[in-house]
């Protein structure tokens, strides 16, 4: 019994949010935030949220990055406008292009894991945030279809890549540049 106790007490300590931490995820959520609502305004606007993703989760690693990320999406969920555009609202954390945002996730948590694994070296961190992207923009592009289809009817897959994929290819590609560059360059600031 003794040891049941104890090994459930050394899981949750490895879980323990310390209060660098917690300010950590704060900042990192603001940024993400503050991000989201520079916009480049071309056929299809740039923001500059997933830049601030990459770059929260290669500088401070899987757990902060990921919970940034998660109450980023939580907030704006439940209204407050910190999504693109300054919205909010479970509608667009839903809708159709609900699936990319929700994909931040993932490209949190592999771009973290491989900063916490490789420590912030360039070559892994590139990769991992190159893989992120494809996982984003796969997770995101299949929730878009099932959407739209629900919604409007059936769509074809070039259309949706047409639509939501290839605009944003080379401005996401340049946004993991600046990333992986401050993700390094800060990065050997960062302490924990």
Same mark, same amino acid.
């Given at each position: ?9 050394? %899981? ?11 300010? !950590?995820? @704060? /900042?990192?959520?603001?940024? $993400? ?7 480049? &305004?071309?056929? /299809? &606007? ?6 601030? /993703?990459? @770059? ?21 969920? $439940? ?11 479970? +509608? ?14 993932? $490209? =949190? ?6 900063? +916490?694994?490789?420590?912030? *070296?360039?070559? &892994?961190?590139?990769? =991992?945030?190159?893989?992120?992207? =494809?996982?984003? #923009? ?9 959407? #739209? ?21 080379? &401005? ?8 992986? !560059?401050?993700? %390094?360059?800060?990065? *050997?600031?960062?302490?924990?």
């Amino acid at each position: 019994m003794s040891e049941t106790v104890s090994s459930t007490v050394a %899981n949750r300590s490895k879980f323990k949010m310390t209060t660098a931490d917690i300010a !950590v995820v @704060a /900042v990192s959520t603001a940024l $993400i935030a503050v991000c989201s609502w520079i916009s480049i &305004p071309l056929t /299809v &606007p740039i923001t500059l949220q997933t830049f601030a /993703v990459f @770059a929260v989760a290669g500088l401070f690693g899987m757990k902060r990055g990921t919970l940034a990320v998660l109450v980023y999406l939580l907030l704006g969920g $439940i209204g407050v406008p910190v999504l693109a555009g300054m919205t909010g609202g479970l +509608d667009k954390i839903i809708g159709l292009t609900g699936g990319y945002l929700l994909g931040f996730v993932f $490209i =949190a948590l592999i771009v973290g894991f491989v900063s +916490d694994k490789f420590e912030r *070296k360039a070559l &892994p961190l590139l990769l =991992a945030m190159l893989l992120g992207l =494809a996982v984003c #923009y796969a997770f995101g592009t299949a929730w878009f279809m099932f959407v #739209y289809a629900r919604t409007s009817g059936a769509v074809g897959l070039g259309t949706v890549l047409g639509w939501c994929v290839i605009p944003f290819i080379i &401005p996401d590609c340049a946004k993991i540049s600046c990333a992986l !560059v401050v993700s %390094n360059r800060v990065g *050997k600031y960062v302490k924990f």
